[in-house]
């Protein structure tokens, strides 16, 4: 995922933040998305929970970003990891510190000062020659900033300058609320506010992604330089298919 995103090309994943099972995996594998979200800031989700559905996934050859529950200390973005995870989508991003935490924390060395247990479940329980495997890993994980507040928005140039970050990920409903227009998603402001987000990533080489529940959404932003996308939740793709169906069962009687 993250070499097709370095490529240019456009990949697509739900977030998770409801239903507790491995399977899950499995059937966004089989729906052929690129990856999904495991929410752990929203969620109930214990870790023990999330391993399982990380393990899954790898055995499904399908990536999980895992969004910790917040940003404030190294075991909540070091653990997920360790894990398996193929990265983190961290949220509540808003001064330069809290993303040179998030890369310390985030990165093995020299980039950052991870802490080292390399035989976990994250390199299959084979650390291998110590070097080259944190060399492997800080290659391959993916970290997202989450671009969900006004102060983030202010100060993005200088977020997304610091070394070690991958991408810029927008909550347009966060950040709708930050800027004093809670639900207005579309307003003209909240929509500048999401371009500005594109242009800065780009100028920094930085992925630029949104998450949205609307395919004709998605496509929009698409076209506008969004290479990253948050497609729906478990809840919303549940809901949707059972109303749907519903409402076909009953105009069949």
Known sequence: MKKDLKAGKVVFGPMVSEIRSP????LFAQAGFDFFFIDLEHSSFSLETVSDMVMAARAADIPVIVRPANRKSAEYLSRPLDIGASGLLV???????DVENVVRWSRYQPIGSRGMALARQHTF???????????QLNEEILVALQIEHRDAIDNLGDLLSVPGIDAAFVGPADLAASLG???KTSDAAVEEAIGHVIKVAEDNSVIPGIHTGSVDKARYWIERGMRMIGFCTDIKLI????KQSVQELRSAL
Request: hydrophobic letters at 30%; zero cysteines; glycine letters at 18%.
């Open 239 to 242: 809901l949707q298919i059972s």
């Open 91 to 97: 949220p509540q991003i808003k001064t330069r510190q």
């Open 181 to 183: 227009i809670p639900g």
């Open 125 to 135: 329980f084979e650390g291998g020659n110590t070097q080259e495997t944190m060399g």
């Open 23 to 26: 399977g899950l995996a499995i």
